[in-house]
T-cell receptor, first 114, second 112 residues
Framework: DAGVTQSPTHLIKTRGQQVTLRCSPI?????VSWYQQVLGQGPQFIFQ???????GRGNFPDRFSARQFPNYSSELNVNALLLGDSALYLC?????????????FGPGTRLTVT | KNEVEQSPQNLTAQEGEFITINCSYS?????LHWLQQHPGGGIVSLFM?????KKHGRLIATINIQEKHSSLHITASHPRDSAVYIC??????????????WGAGTKLIIKP
């Protein structure tokens, strides 16, 4: 079975541009979470979506938005990119929200903003 | 003080050694995760614990809810175990948002 997939794997953008990152969860999983991992730091929670609704949001500005589609795939959008948005963006899926549902992580999208 | 603390930050050992990585947390949790991150970024979930002990192959994870402490052990360590090991906890009740609070990670290097 395919695991969590993310696209693209690498991306280079310039300041002020907009970017869209994509995530496909494991088949049957209905919850998707997004995390940002800046180099040398632990991941920071951005969003959780479950059944196409936003169920949680971390401490990120409104430039960050996301959505979940009927097939449970998800997109993370970042507008007006800043140099500090350079990071590894991780997507994780789980069957549902909450314990005892384990999260499975994708390989990440490495975003570089120049 | 961080809500999730890991120790040590860095660990270098020889192949075959028994490895222990510790995680302490200061909040009430519903689950604790141990994850592995290799260079290049991909994160693999190793264990999810809410009590007791779990074992997968050479990996063992334990948790003591009363002491708010968990350990990850690696027996007969191998150079391919070299990675960053991350402890993350989920705060809250069964139905709350799945927001993980992450430790800073332990960078493990196993020398042949």
């Amino acid at each position: 079975d395919a695991g969590v997939t993310q696209s693209p794997t690498h991306l280079i953008k310039t300041r002020g541009q907009q970017v869209t990152l994509r995530c496909s969860p494991i088949s049957g999983h209905k919850s998707v979470s997004w995390y940002q991992q800046v180099l040398g730091q632990g991941p920071q929670f951005i969003f959780q979506y479950y059944e196409k609704e936003e169920r949680g949001r971390g401490n990120f500005p409104d430039r960050f938005s996301a959505r979940q589609f009927p097939n449970y795939s998800s997109e993370l959008n970042v507008n007006a990119l800043l140099l500090g948005d350079s990071a590894l963006y991780l997507c994780a899926s789980s069957f549902a929200q909450g314990s005892p549902y384990e999260q499975y992580f994708g390989p990440g999208t490495r975003l570089t903003v120049t | 003080k961080n809500e999730v603390e890991q120790s040590p930050q860095n660990l270098t050992a020889q192949e075959g050694e028994f490895i222990t990585i510790n995680c302490s947390y200061s909040v009430g949790i519903s689950a604790l995760h141990w994850l592995q991150q290799h260079p290049g970024g991909g994160i693999v979930s190793l264990f999810m614990l809410s009590s007791g002990k779990k074992k997968h192959g050479r990996l063992i994870a334990t948790i003591n809810i009363q002491e708010k402490h968990s350990s990850l052990h690696i027996t007969a360590s191998h150079p391919r175990d070299s990675a960053v090991y991350i402890c993350a906890v989920r705060r809250g009740h069964m139905d709350s948002n799945y927001q993980l609070i992450w430790g800073a990670g332990t960078k493990l290097i196993i020398k042949p």
